[in-house]
């Protein structure tokens, strides 16, 4: 029995920062700043947002998508590298906030950008092993960039929240087929205990970091399940930034077309634990019956995810946004993620 993908959530702060105001504020150029990362805006989250108040509303959101009670949910994983307090798990207040069963798995992850999908692996695991019916797996972040590092056009807020149970729950959208994990000892991003903001490596993080796990992880998902990029309908990467995902499907032979539904990252930025599982979403939303998923996440430190996964009935759409989108100066934005921190 493998398992499935019933109900799925997002949010997005409805706080944005466009990259001419960062670059202007520091006096640099942002034509090449959008040249080289690709991103024209990002979320910026608000003085009452942190990481688990958006947690809560892509799992409320999740949740009624996937059509069930919420009590019927006995396992929830948060990833994050911003949970808001560093001892209390994040996981044990969505039981409560989110009406979860009391007799409830539930832990805090931490793996840099993609604790998400971490989370994603574990309740996996245990709805194929039949030890729950539900779970729901979590990827959200606020984070953190020093005022004026390379970080700061990039580091956005959000989260998504899956809903997983057995591929023939009559809710399913999309079954699991298949996942692996890359991982190696790579310091190419860290943030010392104490300290507000992370560090990283500049350069370093490319090769020997991104590209060399992401690549390993999508060749071995391909080998293993006998696939070729042909065979992909979704290609969805993890995105710090527009440039590396694009040069990583270029080089294996992917289409734009195969990476457009869950290229998400222009006009939010990088969304940490959350961004490859929005990009999940926004695939899950148009994709067709039948379809093919593949899914390689990116956490510093280092490690990949994959994921092969088939669509069991056309994509569903999730309510619109109708909030007002405010953009914020460079001075709004310094006091508002300072507040929000």
Same mark, same amino acid.
């Given at each position: 029995?493998?398992?499935?993908?019933?109900?799925?959530?997002?949010?997005?702060?409805?706080?944005?920062?466009?990259t001419?105001?960062?670059?202007?504020?520091?006096?640099?150029?942002?034509?090449?700043?959008?040249?080289?990362?690709?991103?024209?805006?990002?979320?910026?989250?608000?003085?009452? $947002?942190?990481?688990?108040?958006?947690?809560?509303?892509?799992?409320?959101?999740?949740i009624?998508?996937?059509?069930?009670?919420?009590?019927?949910?006995?396992?929830i994983?948060?990833?994050?590298?911003?949970?808001? +307090?560093?001892?209390?798990p994040?996981?044990?207040?969505?039981?409560?906030?989110? $009406?979860?069963?009391?007799?409830?798995?539930?832990?805090? *992850?931490?793996?840099?950008?993609?604790?998400?999908t971490?989370?994603?692996?574990?309740?996996?695991?245990?709805?194929?092993?039949?030890?729950i019916? +539900?779970?729901?797996?979590?990827?959200?972040?606020?984070?953190?960039?020093?005022?004026?590092?390379?970080?700061?056009?990039?580091?956005?807020?959000?989260a998504?929240?899956?809903?997983?149970?057995?591929?023939?729950?009559?809710?399913?959208?999309?079954?699991?087929?298949?996942?692996?994990?890359?991982?190696?000892?790579?310091?190419?991003?860290?943030?010392?205990?104490?300290?507000?903001?992370?560090s990283?490596?500049?350069?370093?993080?490319?090769?020997?970091?991104?590209?060399?796990?992401?690549?390993t992880?999508?060749?071995?998902?391909?080998?293993? $399940?006998?696939?070729?990029?042909?065979?992909?309908?979704?290609?969805?990467?993890?995105?710090?930034?527009?440039?590396?995902?694009?040069?990583?499907?270029?080089?294996?032979?992917?289409?734009?077309?195969?990476?457009?539904?869950?290229?998400?990252?222009?006009?939010?930025?990088?969304?940490?634990?959350?961004?490859?599982?929005?990009?999940?979403?926004?695939? *899950?939303?148009?994709?067709?019956?039948?379809?093919?998923?593949? *899914?390689?996440? +990116?956490?510093?430190?280092?490690?990949?995810?994959?994921?092969?996964?088939?669509?069991?009935?056309?994509?569903?759409?999730?309510?619109?946004?109708?909030?007002?989108?405010?953009?914020?100066?460079?001075?709004?934005?310094?006091?508002?993620?300072?507040?929000?921190?």
């Open positions: 029995m493998k398992s499935a993908i019933l109900g799925f959530g997002t949010y997005l702060p409805r706080y944005r920062i466009r001419e105001e960062i670059a202007r504020h520091w006096n640099q150029d942002p034509n090449d700043i959008r040249r080289n990362l690709g991103i024209t805006e990002k979320t910026v989250p608000g003085p009452d $947002e942190d990481s688990f108040t958006m947690a809560f509303e892509a799992g409320k959101q999740a009624e998508i996937a059509g069930i009670h919420s009590s019927e949910i006995s396992a994983f948060v990833g994050s590298e911003s949970h808001p +307090y560093a001892v209390k994040t996981s044990s207040m969505l039981v409560a906030a989110l $009406e979860l069963h009391p007799f409830c798995h539930c832990a805090d *992850l931490e793996f840099a950008c993609k604790a998400g971490a989370t994603m692996q574990i309740v996996d695991s245990m709805v194929r092993a039949k030890q019916d +539900y779970g729901i797996a979590i990827g959200t972040d606020t984070a953190q960039a020093r005022p004026g590092n390379a970080l700061e056009y990039t580091a956005a807020a959000g998504a929240a899956l809903v997983l149970g057995q591929e023939k729950s009559p809710q399913a959208i999309c079954r699991i087929d298949a996942t692996l994990s890359f991982t190696t000892d790579t310091p190419d991003f860290w943030r010392a205990a104490g300290e507000k903001y992370p990283h490596a500049g350069r370093f993080t490319g090769e020997p970091g991104y590209f060399q796990h992401v690549r992880a999508l060749q071995g998902m391909l080998d293993m $399940e006998k696939r070729k990029p042909s065979d992909i309908d979704h290609l969805i990467l993890h995105m710090p930034n527009a440039k590396f995902p694009k040069k990583v499907a270029k080089e294996f032979g992917f289409a734009e077309e195969q990476l457009e539904h869950g290229f998400i990252v222009p006009l939010i930025g990088n969304t940490y634990s959350a961004c490859s599982l929005l990009g999940l979403c926004a695939v *899950l939303e148009q994709a067709k019956k039948d379809e093919s998923i593949l *899914l390689v996440s +990116y956490g510093s430190g280092a490690g990949a995810d994959a994921f092969l996964m088939t669509m069991l009935r056309d994509g569903v759409p999730l309510p619109p946004d109708d909030r007002e989108v405010q953009e914020l100066t460079y001075s709004e934005y310094l006091q508002q993620t300072k507040t929000a921190a």
